[in-house]
């Protein structure tokens, strides 16, 4: 095999692909989880979550790809099984449970806020440990697609809290100043 020569040493190269792979790991778990809620989601939300899951988890399938594409890039190998995912992730799974509804979006919200945090980490190691600017903006991009997924689950929760009030009808600003007695 011909040896990478794209200014990034050996060292340099290994300290990158680590990272990349925990990121594969987070993300794949992440698809799962969402996967597995997509199935098991019931009620009144079901439709919309349902279909708000599918567009998650095809993000998700698409961004595993691209991160093992970038892991052979640097001349490394994406790990590839079960067991490696769970090793090097930080986030669980939740096997034999079904969480309730309002549960499984504080989950799936855990979990993105958890890989924006690592993506944060990683960019800033990439830039400036291991000097590698292209893998810190494709991280970058990776990092804003899990702000945007959280940004809903976020809007879906808060959007629960008021509901929950019986007051859905007037604006947030307007049922805050309704509790506080103004």
Known sequence: MRKINIGLTDKQLEGIIKLLNNDLADTYLLQIKTKKYHWDVVGPQFRTLHKLWEEHYTVLSQSIDSLAERIRALGGYPIATAEEFIKFASISEDPGKVPT????????LDAHEQIIRNLREHIDECSEKFHDEGTADFLTGMM???EEMAWMLRSF?????????????QPREKVASSKNGK
């Open 157 to 169: 929760i808060e959007g629960e809290a008021i509901a929950s009030d019986n007051e859905t009808s």
């Open 144 to 146: 804003e697609q899990h």
């Open 101 to 108: 509804t309002t549960q499984m979006v504080a989950n799936l």
